[in-house]
């Protein structure tokens, strides 16, 4: 999670101006010809930034850093539950306009699955069965 603070707020308290929480999880999407894709992207879980910051720079901010900081390229993300204003935001700082509609609550933009970085596969789990160590 990414967490911007303005450490002079709150009467020199400090306060939460943006929260962005990021992750991979394992979806099914739908590219454009409708032809179904297991992948695990990255994706945006929440991304919050109190109201009264909007409109500020603030969120753009918080989410260059995280673009940064998980070496991702905004097309690559799988939103999820984007709202209007997050929407807006991508298509004016990032250019992503047309999206491609799922059947899930997430939202993925033209040009996702064009040269998809392959995310390394998720590390086993390792448990102990009848005595012996599996991995699973």
């Known amino acids: 999670a990414y ?9 020199g308290m400090g306060s939460v101006v943006g929260l962005l929480k990021v ?18 992207p990255q994706c945006v879980l929440d991304f919050y930034v109190v109201e009264s910051r909007q409109r500020s720079g603030c969120g753009k901010r918080l989410f260059e850093f995280m673009l940064r ?9 799988a939103i999820d539950r984007p709202s209007p ?7 004016k ?3 992503l306009v047309s999206t491609i509609p799922q059947v899930n609550n997430y939202v993925i933009f033209s040009g996702f699955f064009k040269d998809q970085p392959q995310a390394s596969p998720a ?10 160590l599996q991995y699973v």
């Open 69 to 77: 900081g998980e070496g991702v390229d905004p097309r690559y993300l």
């Open 123 to 132: 590390p086993k789990k390792a448990r102990i069965y009848m005595g012996k």
């Open 93 to 95: 700082h990032y250019g």
């Open 85 to 91: 204003k997050l929407v807006s935001s991508l298509r």
């Open 3 to 11: 967490i911007l603070v303005d450490k002079f707020g709150n009467n």
């Open 23 to 40: 992750g991979r999880k394992k979806l099914f999407l739908l590219d454009d010809v409708g032809k179904h894709n297991e992948m695990v």
